[in-house]
């Protein structure tokens, strides 16, 4: 797509060598087959997408098909989008930043790889039936129902998202303080062990059926559960994580004149950040299957219970799309959270490397 | 600088015993030290491994208590870690989750005294010549780039006694002659305290005003030599053979001359 100029020279000036320089120096020169390999690869979720396209405009229906034109558009703007990157990725080029086009380079085969899925699941579905249609319905289906049924949709999202966060939250919160003093200090310890022993192997699901029956509003309960789960996956994380802070960072800084308070918040919890946020990724993943039990099971909304009631109802359409909603959903926030860790622990960077 | 100040550094009859983990009987690792050392001095603690170097420097940054005895700066006794008594580790020990500049800074933000210090921080970094790294994690330093910043991280405060355990131990030769000179320079320019801990004779005989030898089981002071030779010295001088000489046979090495 944009062309690619040969490698930089050694610049005279090695002093003035920049961190794109040096990986460039350092990395072998392509030949001439690979980077028209390189090209090529670039085009090929472009290829995909028109092949795509073609798949669903030109193999005859097996089932009627209404609304034929959600899923034609939904392909063309993915298509389109890939396209813009691609611009903007060669016109980096051309101001002298390769970074862009390096990565479209290396994520363009996951792209062809999607849109030939698309294709592939729409032949399947649509056109030959080979999953029987009503339920396992095409895309075009599911993008229809999702955009007559978005307010719903919508609100149960926002729901989810609610719940979801609030329960995380606060577990984490209890999590941070029962975890960070259980670390430090032998007699929180001696107290918080056997709770967690005790509490720790039992699966979060287990909980719901005691919390419908207990709890006064299913919120609240819901809320607990998820808490539960996170505040357990911190609470051990953060406990290890300072539990293992190399004594000598503690000798050092108390002759450097640290507080007992600042050998807890400056050198045993910035010690324990990669354990502890370790901790809240799993929190986040407990989190996750702790709520849609929770809203498969009691709790009347959210997208759990949006996909069991449209289950009851056969409306197999609407259960996909909220299928697809809760996957985009935790696919954000765990690309969320991955953002905040290497923000966090950028400095180990140099240390693997 | 503020004017200097004269300090009292004593050990009177001090022991220290540790209890073993796995069995009922305890290590002494120290047995009747008694000392007395002055704001000037520079002391080169040597003798064989276990014999207590490490405790006495331990003892007297406060990091851990005497058994018996007492340890007293200016006859007050010492209770706990001040960074009046900065010490260097064997191990730089930077906190890897600060730039250097961070990791020099520490102590005064820790004292809340960052605010219009800055320029010292800065300073430090000139002095050890780290300016292209002030940005950088300990985890891109090499050895001898992080020995340096612990260095100044103790310094920054001018602590009254300086307390060196082995600094230059993980060092390469000629990082070690740099660092012998620079440490040399920063303790004559102050005059405080210095105690160093070391393996190598010549090291200490080439830094120290007050040269002490210590034997292991139980962990005691053997001999107290004063070496009033003026700096820099010659490490190929009569004198200064005839002290390793001394030394040496004092540690049970013969009279060779040979490094121990
Ligand atoms: N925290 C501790 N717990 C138990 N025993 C200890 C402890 N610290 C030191 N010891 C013991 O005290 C003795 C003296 O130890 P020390 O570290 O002072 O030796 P050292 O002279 O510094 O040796 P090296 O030159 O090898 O560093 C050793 O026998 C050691 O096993
Ligand atoms: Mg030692």
């Known amino acids: 797509m944009a062309s690619k100029d040969s490698k930089a020279a050694m610049p005279a000036d090695t ?206 309960g819901a809320v607990f559960i998820i808490a539960l789960g996170s505040w357990f996956a911190v609470t051990v994380a953060s406990m290890t994580g300072i539990q293992n802070v190399d004594k000598s960072f503690f000798e050092a800084a108390k002759t450097l004149g640290a507080s007992e308070r600042q050998l807890v918040f400056r050198v045993a919890i910035p010690h324990a950040m990669p354990s502890i946020l370790q901790g809240c990724t799993q929190a986040m993943s407990s989190a996750c299957t702790a709520i849609m039990v929770a809203e498969m099971m009691g709790v009347k909304a959210g997208l759990g219970w949006y996909m069991a009631w449209a289950k009851s109802w056969a409306s197999y359409d609407k259960m996909f799309a909220a299928l ?30 | 600088m503020e004017a200097k100040k004269n300090v009292v550094l004593t050990l009177e009859n ?33 003798g064989p491994s276990g014999c207590g170097k490490s405790t006495i420097l331990r003892l007297i940054a406060g990091l851990i208590t005497p058994t018996t005895g007492k340890v007293c700066v200016d006859g007050k006794e010492i209770t706990e870690p001040s960074p009046e008594r900065g010490m260097v580790f064997q191990k730089p020990t930077l906190f890897p989750w600060l ?34 790294f002030r940005e950088d994690y300990p985890g891109q330093l090499s050895g001898g780039m992080a020995q340096r910043v612990a260095l100044v991280r103790s310094l920054i405060n001018e602590p009254d006694i300086l307390l060196l355990d082995e600094p230059l131990g993980a060092l390469d030769a000629f990082t070690r002659m740099n660092m012998q000179d620079e440490i040399l320079k920063i303790w004559q320019k102050r005059g405080q305290l210095a105690i160093m801990v070391t393996h190598d004779v010549d090291e200490a005989i080439y830094m120290g005003t007050r040269v002490i030898v210590m034997d292991a089981n139980p962990g005691r002071v053997v001999s107290d030599i004063t070496i009033p030779e003026p700096f820099p010295r010659d490490r190929s001088s009569d004198s200064f053979v005839r002290y390793r000489n001394e030394i040496l046979n004092k540690l049970h090495y013969g009279g060779k001359g040979q490094n121990a």
């Open chain 1, 15 to 220: 002093e003035k060598l920049t961190r794109q320089q040096l990986r460039e120096l350092e990395t072998k020169e392509k030949s001439k087959g690979q980077r028209i390999l390189d090209r090529f690869i670039i085009a090929l979720p472009f290829l995909c997408g028109l092949a795509a396209i073609c798949e669903y405009c030109f193999i005859p229906n097996k089932s009627p098909n209404d609304n034929p034109y959600t899923y034609l558009g939904a392909l063309i703007v993915l298509v389109l989008a890939y396209l813009c990157y691609g611009i903007f990725a060669a016109m980096k080029l051309r101001a002298g930043d390769k970074t862009v086009i390096e990565k479209y380079r290396y994520k363009a085969p996951l792209y062809a790889a999607l849109f030939l899925l698309l294709a592939a699941y729409d032949y399947l579905t649509l056109k030959t039936g080979v999953l029987t249609q009503p339920f396992v319905p095409c895309m075009n289906y599911i993008l229809n129902i999702a955009w007559i049924d978005r307010a719903y949709l919508l609100e149960c999202t926002l729901h989810t998202l609610r719940l979801l966060f609030l329960g995380y939250f606060i577990g984490v919160a209890v999590g941070l303080v029962t975890g960070i003093t259980c670390g430090y200090s032998e007699k929180a310890r001696y107290w918080v062990n056997p709770i967690i022993k005790f509490l720790g192997p039992i699966p979060t699901a287990t909980w719901i059926p005691i919390i419908m029956v207990v709890a006064t509003s299913l919120f609240g």
């Open chain 1, 324 to 353: 697809f909603m809760i996957c985009i959903i935790f696919t954000v926030v765990t690309k969320v959270l991955d953002k905040i860790k290497r923000h966090v622990l950028r400095w180990q960077n140099g240390v693997v490397k």
């Open chain 2, 99 to 132: 730039t250097v500049r961070d990791n020099i800074g520490f102590s005064l933000k820790m004292q809340g005294k960052l605010k219009g210090n800055e320029d010292k921080v800065e300073h430090m970094i000139d002095v050890i010549g780290l300016q292209e």
């Open chain 2, 14 to 46: 001090v022991s220290k015993s540790f209890a073993k983990v796995e069995t009922d009987e305890v290590t002494h690792a120290l047995n009747c030290v008694d000392l007395t050392m002055h704001s000037g001095e520079f002391i080169s603690l040597v």
